[in-house]
């Protein structure tokens, strides 16, 4: 991508270093090649534990690091870039404005429609069609720009659609901060705070009432640029939502949360402006009505859902005339020079040369431009003839030779290609720069502007203050915000649901690793007597009963195949990764509700255990087993740290409550039901043998066999056994401890009054009336081994109650489906 | 000709649904050439909240919301219309077609341009456009080739409800070569667009004789669809129903039109909870009625 000469972003052109780069060319000298590669290797590691990564790897690919070597902007330079994006975005107003509202500009043949009607982000449902509107359309921008030989940037891209990558800025100035403090020192570095307080401010200023709040709207954790989603809704102090959160109710919109709906007058919208309401535009996701409630005046959508149409890459062509027909002004920051390819002329100029420009699909403001200097011979003869025979579809800009900027290398500095992404807000009066940007070190397969790439190596962007300037704070340092407070009421439905789930997720885990442990200890003995092997069959069916172990093993007679049925848990697709892929979606949708601390720990962990589990050798492998024997004691020490932090407050508002819930509802459950199934033996009832054997594993799994030792010693009966595992509610790892625990969390879940509170005693009174029924009984054996059905019936109890609760009280709305758009058969008149 | 129209849409739903929002195009919109002498839109269960208003190309259009649980739904609209649509010019006055294609390029056309690009049901297309072809003879009058078109259409294709659906292709109607009124619809469409002339789909109703002799049965007529082409900037708009091979007169009745059918489907909906497995039976009636 560089040309011949690019401009050096350092060099002043007179063999001399430009004044603005001098302090912190010295910083970095002072710290040296071999200092400053250590820092580069510690910001990727502390990147990746801060999960802008994804937390499993695969999981939803986006890698950014962040180069140790900020980009610097001078004072004056950034005054002028604020002032002529500033007019950029004036303009693109007008232009949204006259789209959406009277086209004057199609008639007059000033912007050709073929950039307009064929565009997919003209949303011909945001017309003002009765001409009263007075709501703007842009309140956030960011343009793509690229600095040339001759030391102008010029704009490649404007977003006006979600302006994305302003939280990837934020995190890079807060990381830097921490991870190379020396290059801050003696550095008048504009500071973030302010410019975000200047949002927060603005998005509450469009609220039509007291009683409306602000949320931002999510495609959801899948999205690639969810990370940025969960930093600005925290950094703004506003709710994160996603369609499925909200309901229309008499034209307005509202939050479902814990405690009921929530009103929300302004939405910052983070997901394409074409999927929002799933009754006007496309069918699917999104809020049926949206646009009504728009109409309505209920709600204000920050950036207007139609407002991409103007990224346009074609539009590009006209920006020069259409401000000085609209604004009466010339641009000040002008675009990499463009042609939409709508005349024969220009189509030969484009296809004459085609290696000196870039391609781009005319109205895809997204698109990250084709260049066709970097394809094959035959690619490029290709796109020549897509362009040749639909011209109008494709815009094409003189191709750029971006200045370069050093950057740290494994082997010292090294110039690179950067691009910088800068963001502008809308204050109620005028449009503001943030002092600060996003830089990108680009390689030759990185996009030049377009929606921001997955994997990217990026700069923090100083802007340095002039002598004049105040620069508010203590310099350099960037302070974190503090975290919000919300009580459980606040707390969207959503989030309950997670953290219940997140919950159960993790009890699931923890018993399956404490079952697979029993099994694998058994396996690993040299030669099992035949009680071990009896143990083995049970604990197998157990397995099988929870999803472990595939049921058809248990005919299996010998230990090998055991030892293959219990490794098969942890291997690709096994139920063991396949739960750790579980918590890892839930730990990443709440993000924003989990403390760092807690965070780093759960995504740490949960790295290495799924590393564990792949480096798990074949089965074969003597060591095998070994490993995976590791691997569960891991997996209960994670259990058993999560727990303790979570107690320990570190999940923000109601969140505890909910995962406490989850938890205690999985453990009783996976208590009743794995008694039931170790209890449930062919001839249990005429061989008291068998019956002591399961109780004795019974009490293994419950790691409860020293506390039994310690009261009755090597006696095993019955009665004491049962009243251990079910109705002693001392017992941490009994059913009558998180039945109590359950009865307890009922009380601060739901609403007062309600019969659920009570819905739990009928249980606790059944733990207890099974323990008297076989002390009473004059054979307590075959007493006991009649207990599955009436087990299994109070594991059946447990969650409905449960049940009853999650649909009462944080389920999400109903799930929408669409008529008369979906499948449906034509039915026409002859 | 004057007609009371009734359409009435009734849902019903596998297990009651807790909300729904409707979005439908089922009043007539008011022409030159067609008075809405009366019209009612009524829902059973009521809506919480109903507008009624103008869509983006000037139909009208009603929103509908509930807020109560609810096992069916149905709407009723009832319209009684007078209708005659204007006689086109004749064919040889018409301009050479590819003036009409040219002429929708100059910024005057803007309004008409915005129906000469591909959509996603009525998307350009080779096979649409090579079946046109023939019809657009060189420097043949617009008119004479469209007509030539939609009797073609109407000659070469089969009438056969049930063997499409609104995810159904053009290139498989054009390749099979049958369906009903909604697909020759958008095969016509995408024939004039590929060749650079604006073409809209037009939604409404047309009057059905019953067999020789048998009274007409209550319900039976159906939505109908047919093809607006553009003939230029003195000639405006002439309408074109290929199902039936004619230029549209006084047996139909607009209700409104779009680039596609998605812009004029009669009813769309979304529904939150329940739901299940859902049904939707139409009941259509057009019938003449006299004046005064």
């Known amino acids: ?830 | 000709m004057r007609y009371r129209v009734r359409h009435i849409s009734r849902y019903g739903y596998g297990t009651p649904v807790d909300l729904a929002a409707h979005m439908v195009h089922l009043r007539p919109r008011p022409r030159s050439f067609q008075s809405v002498v009366s019209e009612k839109l009524v829902t059973s269960p009521m809506a919480a909240r109903r507008r009624d208003g103008v869509d983006y190309f000037g139909n009208p259009v009603t929103w509908l919301f509930l807020d109560q649980p609810h096992a069916d739904f149905e709407v009723t609209a009832e319209s009684v219309v007078d209708v005659e649509f204007p006689t086109p010019p004749p064919s040889g006055e018409t301009l050479p077609w590819e003036d009409v294609a040219q002429a929708a390029r100059l910024p005057v056309a803007w309004q008409e341009a915005e129906f000469r690009f591909g959509t996603p049901m009525a998307p350009l297309n080779d096979s649409t456009r090579d079946f046109a072809r023939p019809s657009f003879a060189p420097g043949r009058p617009v008119l004479e080739a469209l007509v030539d078109l939609t009797s073609r259409i109407f000659k070469e294709f089969r009438f056969k409800a049930g063997v499409t659906s609104i995810s159904t292709p053009v290139s498989q109607v054009m390749h099979r070569r049958e369906g009903v009124c909604q697909d020759f619809t958008h095969v016509m469409i995408s024939a004039l667009r590929g060749l650079g002339l604006p073409a809209r789909y037009t939604s409404g109703y047309i009057r059905t004789r019953p067999p020789p002799g048998q009274p007409r049965r209550q319900g039976a007529d159906q939505s109908h669809a047919w093809v607006g082409a553009w003939l230029g900037p003195a000639h405006g708009w002439v309408d074109l129903d290929p199902t039936n091979g004619v230029v549209v007169k006084d047996e139909h009745v607009l209700l409104g039109w779009g680039r596609d059918y998605s812009d004029v489907s009669p009813v769309r909906g979304v529904i939150l909870g329940g739901g299940g497995d859902h049904w939707l039976s139409v009941s259509v009636d057009l019938e003449p009625e006299p004046v005064g």
């Open chain 1, 1 to 830: 991508m560089t040309g011949p000469h690019p401009l050096d972003e350092m060099a002043d052109g007179n063999g001399g270093v430009k004044p603005h780069w001098r302090g912190l060319l010295s910083s970095m000298f002072s710290l040296g090649h071999e200092v400053l590669a250590q820092r580069a290797r510690l910001l990727d590691e502390t990147f990746a534990e801060e999960g802008i990564t994804a937390i499993l790897p695969g999981e939803r690919a986006v890698n950014w690091r962040c180069d140790p070597i900020p980009l610097p902007l001078s004072a004056a330079e950034f005054n002028a870039l604020e002032t002529g994006l500033a007019q950029r975005a004036a303009l693109l107003e007008l232009i949204l404005a006259d789209l959406y509202g009277p086209r004057t500009l199609l008639t007059d043949g000033r912007i050709p429609v073929d950039i307009v009607y064929p565009n997919q982000d003209f949303l011909r449902a945001c017309c003002d069609l009765t001409g009263t509107r007075r709501d703007r359309y842009l309140f956030f921008y960011a343009a793509d720009l690229l600095r040339g030989g001759d030391g102008i940037w010029r704009v490649l891209a404007d977003r006006t659609d979600e302006a994305q990558g302003i939280a990837y800025a934020l995190e890079n100035r807060r990381i830097l901060g921490r991870v190379v403090p020396e290059l801050f020192r003696n550095q008048r570095v504009h500071q973030f705070r302010p410019f975000m307080d200047i949002i927060g401010e603005s998005l509450q200023a469009l609220l039509p009432g007291d009683s409306a709040a602000v949320a931002l709207l999510s495609a959801g954790h899948a999205d690639p640029m969810w990370f940025e989603h969960v930093l600005l809704a925290r950094e703004l102090s506003i709710s994160l939502v996603e369609s499925g959160d909200l309901t229309l109710r008499n034209g307005q919109v509202y939050l479902k949360t814990l405690r009921g709906l929530q009103r929300i007058g302004v939405l910052l919208r983070r997901k394409s402006g074409r999927l929002i309401d799933s009754l006007e535009l496309a069918p699917g996701i999104g809020v049926p009505g949206l646009m009504e409630a728009i109409r309505g005046g209920a709600l204000r959508i920050i950036n207007d859902p139609g407002s991409a149409v103007v990224e346009a890459p074609g539009l590009a062509a006209f920006l020069p005339q259409l401000a000085r027909h609209l604004l009466g002004e010339d641009l000040l920051v002008p675009s990499q020079a463009t042609l939409w390819l709508g005349e024969q002329a220009m189509v030969r100029t484009v296809l004459r040369d085609l290696e000196g420009w870039v391609i781009r699909p005319a109205t895809e403001g997204d698109a990250v431009p084709v260049v066709p200097m970097q394809l094959p011979a035959e690619e490029r003869e290709r796109l020549a003839a897509r362009i040749a025979a639909r011209p109008t579809e494709y815009a094409a800009s003189v191709a750029p030779h971006p200045s370069v900027a050093p950057c740290a290398g494994p082997s010292g500095l090294e110039p690179r290609p950067v691009a910088l992404r800068m963001f502008l807000a809308f204050d109620g009066q005028r449009w503001r720069a943030f002092p600060g940007g996003l830089a990108r070190a680009l390689s030759e397969e990185d996009g030049l502007a377009g929606r921001l790439p997955r994997n990217a190596v990026s700069k923090d962007v100083w802007v340095l203050a002039d002598d004049s300037d105040a620069v508010e704070g203590a310099l350099g340092l960037f302070t974190p915000t503090l975290a919000i407070r919300r009580t459980s009421g606040d707390l969207p439905s959503r989030v309950a649901d997670n953290f219940y789930w997140l919950g159960r997720y993790l009890e699931r885990l923890e018993e399956g690793a404490r079952l697979l442990r029993a099994m694998i200890a058994r396996v690993l003995r040299p030669s099992p007597t035949a009680r071990e092997m009896a143990e083995m069959h049970v604990l197998m069916a157990s397995l099988s009963s929870v999803g472990m172990a595939d049921p058809e093993e248990n005919g299996a007679v010998g230990v090998g195949m055991l030892a293959s049925g219990v490794l098969r848990a942890f291997r690709a697709n096994g139920r063991m990764r396949l739960l750790l892929d579980s918590v890892a979606g839930q730990v990443d949708q709440l993000r924003d509700r989990l403390t760092g601390e807690l965070y780093s720990v759960l995504t740490r962990s949960l790295r290495d255990m799924t590393d564990a589990m792949r480096r798990l050798p074949a089965d074969t492998d003597p060591r095998a087993l070994e490993r995976a024997a590791m691997l569960t004691t891991e997996i209960l020490e994670f259990s058993a740290t999560v727990a303790g932090l979570a107690a320990e407050n570190m999940v923000r508002g109601g969140g505890r409550l909910f995962l406490d819930f989850g938890r205690r509802t999985e453990r009783a459950q996976a208590i009743a039901t794995e008694l039931a199934e170790v209890l449930d033996q062919p001839q249990a009832a005429t061989q008291p043998g068998r019956v002591e054997a399961a109780l004795r594993l019974a009490l293994e799994l419950r790691d409860s066999v020293i506390t039994y030792r310690a009261r009755y010693l090597a006696v095993l009966q019955p009665a004491p056994a049962l009243d251990l595992i079910l109705a002693d509610d001392g017992n941490p790892r009994g059913l009558a401890f998180q039945l109590s625990a359950l009865r307890l969390l009922l009380h601060q879940i739901v609403e007062e009054g309600d019969p659920l509170v009570r819905a739990i005693d009928p249980m606790l009174q059944e733990t207890s009336d099974i323990v008297q029924d076989v002390m009473q009984s004059p054979d307590q054996m075959a007493t006991t081994a009649r207990l599955p059905p009436r087990l299994r019936q109070l594991s059946q109890s447990i969650s409905e109650v449960a049940d009853q609760v999650s649909r009462r009280y944080f389920t999400l709305l109903p799930i929408a489906h669409s008529l008369g758009l979906e499948n449906e058969e034509f039915r026409g008149a002859a």
